[in-house]
Each structure stands twice: as C-alpha cells, then as structure tokens.
Nanobody, 121 residues
Framework: QVQLVESGGGLVQPGGSLRLSCTTS????????MAWYRQAPGKERELVAR???????AYSNSVKGRFTISRDNAKYTVDLQMNSLKPEDTAVYYC???????????????WGQGTQVTVSS
C-alpha cells in the first residue's frame, strides 16, 4: 500500500507565498519521478512542475520563475515553493509519485488527496 499526503495549502493574498509538501509512504522499493498538478474549478487537471530522482526539473509556462519544486530522496518528500502568487493560481493541488512498490515489477503512479490553494484579497 502506497499513500501520498499533502500539506501546506491555504488562503493567501496576491503576491504572497505558500509552500506545499507531500510525503510518499508505504511499501516502496523505489521512487522515481515526483510532480505537482493542479485543478481549478471547471478546468482539467494540469501539470505544474515535476522533478526526477536526479533533480532535473520542468515547469509549466504559467508558473516558471515563480514556483520551485524540490525533493528529499531519503524522506520521500517533494515540496513546491510558490511565490508571487496570483488569483489564477487558485486550485486544488495534487501530488503525484511514480513508485515501484515492494514486490512489484512495474512503476505505478499514485495521487495524493489534494490540498486547496486560494489566492484572493
């Protein structure tokens, strides 16, 4: 059983900052790519940022230069530092991990339950 738990969402004013954290736990043999997605009301879920085991990162154009993704391989955690937040960043943010479970032979993608980020004055 693999679980992802996110934390750090909340309400922030435009221009403010928030830091999201996600911990992957359970029967894990290996943890590869980790990522953050978001879904705003009435919109499809979109990739925000991703990071490989080796620390290579990629960002959506809408957050590039404002958000930073990082990970701790020893703790199975991935963080998303969000600066200069805008109202259009308002969404539910989801953590996603590519995991090789104990006893498994294939990597699988797992999702967290989501954490709400609201940017409003």
């Amino acid at each position: 059983q693999v679980q992802l738990v996110e934390s750090g969402g909340g309400l922030v004013q435009p221009g403010g900052s928030l830091r999201l954290s996600c911990t992957t736990s359970g029967s894990i043999r290996d943890l590869n790519r980790m990522a953050w997605y978001r879904q705003a009301p009435g919109k499809e879920r979109e990739l925000v940022a991703r990071i490989t085991y080796d620390g290579n990162t990629a960002y959506s154009n809408s957050v590039k230069g404002r958000f930073t993704i990082s990970r701790d391989n020893a703790k199975y955690t991935v963080d998303l530092q969000m600066n200069s937040l805008k109202p259009e960043d308002t969404a539910v943010y989801y953590c996603n991990s590519e995991v090789l479970p104990d006893g498994g032979t294939m990597y699988q993608f797992y999702w967290g339950q989501g954490t709400q980020v609201t940017v409003s004055s």
